[in-house]
């Protein structure tokens, strides 16, 4: 399949959950190449995870400003996980929209297929209001620290402090 959640913790190890200060869902998906990516693979870096959906204006807006934020910030170990959810169609997303959305918003970091939102759900609820574009910022030690719904000036003001604060601990 093309979503599987992972466990990243032993039975006594800390919990995953969709909280602030929670062990963030461990996650596999296919992105833009067809190549899987973990979330877990990726310890030691300050991760933002972007929701979104192919048809969602403020997704497309936000696309081009979090390829910004990764080239400023990626140096300085900085990675963006786009995860989509719908195509233009809100059909299932596939990896081959995956790279229609790569190239059209010339990005550069992973594009993942969510299938059927099951990554998205564990990050949200289920049953959710399916509300886009979400945030959740991961620290170096796979703990989520910040979550954001909608995308605006001020979101990114915000999400940049958090990343700059992550990034120094």
């Given at each position: 399949p093309q979503v599987t959640l992972v466990s990243s913790t032993a039975p006594s190890g800390p919990k995953q959950g969709r909280k602030v200060?929670?062990?963030?869902?461990?996650?596999?998906l296919l992105d833009q190449a067809n190549k899987r990516r973990t979330l877990s693979t990726y310890r030691g870096k300050v991760v933002l995870i972007?929701?979104?959906?192919?048809?969602c204006s403020y997704c497309r807006g936000e696309a081009v400003e979090l390829q910004q934020l990764y080239l400023k910030y990626r140096k300085r170990g900085f990675v963006v996980l786009n995860v989509l959810?719908?195509?233009?169609?809100?059909?299932?997303?596939?990896?081959s929209d995956c790279k229609t959305w790569a190239d059209a918003y010339k990005i550069t970091f992973p594009v993942l297929a969510d299938l059927f939102w099951g990554v998205f759900n564990p990050y949200y609820g289920f049953p959710q209001?399916?509300?886009?574009?979400?945030?959740?910022?991961?620290?170096?030690?796979?703990k989520i620290r910040w979550k954001k719904l909608g995308y605006s000036a001020t979101i990114k003001t915000q999400m940049e402090a958090k990343i700059q604060q992550l990034l120094a601990e």
């Amino acid at each position: 399949p093309q979503v599987t959640l992972v466990s990243s913790t032993a039975p006594s190890g800390p919990k995953q959950g969709r909280k602030v200060g929670q062990l963030a869902y461990d996650f596999r998906l296919l992105d833009q190449a067809n190549k899987r990516r973990t979330l877990s693979t990726y310890r030691g870096k300050v991760v933002l995870i972007d929701f979104s959906t192919m048809w969602c204006s403020y997704c497309r807006g936000e696309a081009v400003e979090l390829q910004q934020l990764y080239l400023k910030y990626r140096k300085r170990g900085f990675v963006v996980l786009n995860v989509l959810a719908q195509n233009y169609a809100t059909n299932p997303i596939r990896p081959s929209d995956c790279k229609t959305w790569a190239d059209a918003y010339k990005i550069t970091f992973p594009v993942l297929a969510d299938l059927f939102w099951g990554v998205f759900n564990p990050y949200y609820g289920f049953p959710q209001t399916r509300r886009i574009p979400n945030n959740v910022l991961i620290d170096k030690a796979g703990k989520i620290r910040w979550k954001k719904l909608g995308y605006s000036a001020t979101i990114k003001t915000q999400m940049e402090a958090k990343i700059q604060q992550l990034l120094a601990e």
